[in-house]
């Protein structure tokens, strides 16, 4: 999945819609309230906007407070993430369905925002971003025993 870049765009034609809606039905000050939070959650990605990048990467969800997230930066063209992918194949896999870890493959080419934001210096990246928000680090091997070691350790 990718992120989408103009999302305050794409919140405001939404708004719009809905402006036009209700237009009738709210005065103009509550309109703008609603405009002002509707903008603010976006941008704070409460609400997040996504669409699909390709068949590898995982289906959008809302991500839920009490879980953890298994990040993994990449670029296409990065040989060293080209050497991981069947790895990360299997790791996605054995945590498919997992009750409290949403698996999240990014690539970085597309979302230089997400790169500088979560400090991503070189590809492949491999983090987990708990539920409190903190980020753990992964600096192993790059093995799907390793990483599902690591992701078990951190999530108890």
Request: charged share 15%; proline share 5%.
């Amino acid at each position: 999945m990718k992120l989408q870049s103009p999302k305050i765009i794409i919140s405001l034609i939404v708004f719009g819609l809905f402006a036009h809606v209700t237009r009738n039905k709210l005065s103009t000050a509550e309109l703008a309230i609603i405009a002002v939070v509707f903008m603010y959650l976006v941008a704070c990605n409460f609400i997040e906007l996504y669409e699909y990048d390709n068949d590898t990467d995982v289906a959008p969800q809302a991500r839920q407070p009490e879980k953890f997230t298994l990040l993994f930066f990449y670029s296409d063209s990065c040989g060293y993430c080209q050497e991981f992918k069947p790895e990360w194949e299997k790791i996605q896999a054995a945590l498919q369905g997992h009750p409290i870890v949403d698996v999240v493959a990014i690539d970085g080419a597309s979302n230089r925002e997400m790169v500088t934001n979560y400090n991503v210096a070189g590809f492949p990246t491999l983090m987990i971003q708990g539920p409190d928000g903190s980020i753990i680090p992964y600096n192993g091997q790059r093995t799907q025993t390793a990483v599902i070691t690591f992701v078990q350790e951190v999530v108890g």
